[in-house]
Nanobody, 117 residues
Framework: QVQLVESGGGLVQAGGSLRLSCAAS????????MGWYRQAPGKQRELVAG???????TYAASVKGRFTISRDNAKNTVYLQMNSLKPEDTAVYYC???????????WGQGTQVTVSS
């Protein structure tokens, strides 16, 4: 079992920045990779950024160059630094962990990010 707790969402003007945090607890050693997904109203949940256990990263094309995912293994925490935010980045952001050999998905509760124009 893995528990994920997100923080750092909020309201920001276009062009601003936010940093999301996701603290993991439980069976930490079983985590294969972590990432951030987002879901806007009426849209499907989509991958924003991911980071592997070896710290390889991947980004959605829409956020590449603006967002940065990182991890602090000592704190069991993954971060998403979001710069140059746009109104289209408005969504609920979810932390995800892929756990075990079957890469079972675990999700955080979600945090709202709202970017005003």
């Amino acid at each position: 079992q893995v528990q994920l707790v997100e923080s750092g969402g909020g309201l920001v003007q276009a062009g601003g920045s936010l940093r999301l945090s996701c603290a993991a607890s439980g069976s930490i050693s079983s985590i294969q990779g972590m990432g951030w997904y987002r879901q806007a109203p009426g849209k499907q949940r989509e991958l924003v950024a991911g980071i592997s256990s070896g710290s390889s990263t991947t980004y959605a094309a829409s956020v590449k160059g603006r967002f940065t995912i990182s991890r602090d293994n000592a704190k069991n925490t993954v971060y998403l630094q979001m710069n140059s935010l746009k109104p289209e980045d408005t969504a609920v952001y979810y932390c995800n962990a892929k756990v075990g050999s079957s890469f079972q998905n675990y999700w955080g509760q979600g945090t709202q990010v709202t970017v005003s124009s």
